[in-house]
T-cell receptor
């Protein structure tokens, strides 16, 4: 089974801190995604990466950056955390066409609280 | 305009009964894919079922089936014989063309009553 692992389930950080959310997948997937999920707003795409060192902005990239130095790891960086970045963050990876779910597999999520 | 619409914010169903969760979509692409995911309170997004726009038969996966009506642009999820463990949020999502991104609905909260 494909596994997507997010390093933390819960995080509490202070306003202004630099925050790193890590995501690792073990199936050699090219595509990786970071979403945030807020009640009433659904899932919104922050950034995605379609290969090592490649990235594209999603719908809400402001205040975030990403890093993909190795294929298996996709990091989301909050340069200076703010309270409006308190949210649930979900990482996903996507494999090959023909996989049962067309390859989108999610991690367990990280609930980030910025105080 | 919403590309994925889930009109039912919340649904209740009795254990062992069937339930249908609605999803309508809007796209001008001929090639697209529709997904359903389940999100329990633990937070993980669990893939349930996938339907491609060119698939001639409705997708089925165990107790899950997708009622795909292309002309009406609907892709409703049917859960047969509901179980208590089916209580969760359910999300419909769409991939348009060769776009790598998914477009998400706002979800339906399902509660299964014993």
């Amino acid at each position: 089974d494909v596994k997507v692992t997010q390093s933390s389930r819960y995080l509490v950080k202070r306003t202004g801190e630099k925050v790193f959310l890590e995501c690792v997948q073990d199936m050699d997937h090219e595509n990786m995604f970071w979403y945030r999920q807020d009640p009433g707003l659904g899932l919104r795409l922050i950034y995605f990466s379609y290969d090592v060192k490649m990235k594209e902005k999603g719908d809400i990239p402001e205040g975030y950056s990403v890093s993909r130095e190795k294929k298996e790891r996709f990091s989301l960086i909050l340069e200076s955390a703010s309270t409006n970045q308190t949210s649930m963050y979900l990482c996903a990876s996507r494999g090959l066409r023909g996989a049962p779910n067309y390859g989108y597999t999610f991690g367990s999520g990280t609930r980030l609280t910025v105080v | 305009a919403q590309k994925i619409t889930q009109t039912q914010p919340g649904m209740f169903v009795q254990e062992k009964e069937a339930v249908t969760l609605d999803c309508t979509y809007d796209t001008s692409d001929q090639s697209y894919g529709l997904f359903w995911y389940k999100q329990p309170s633990s937070g993980e997004m669990i893939f349930l079922i996938y339907q491609g726009s060119y698939d001639e038969q409705n997708a089925t996966e165990g107790r899950y089936s997708l009622n795909f009506q292309k002309a009406r642009k609907s892709a409703n999820l049917v859960i047969s014989a509901s179980q208590l463990g089916d209580s969760a949020m359910y999300f419909c999502a769409m991939r348009e063309g060769y776009n790598r991104k998914l477009i998400w609905g706002l979800g339906t909260s399902l509660a299964v009553n014993p």
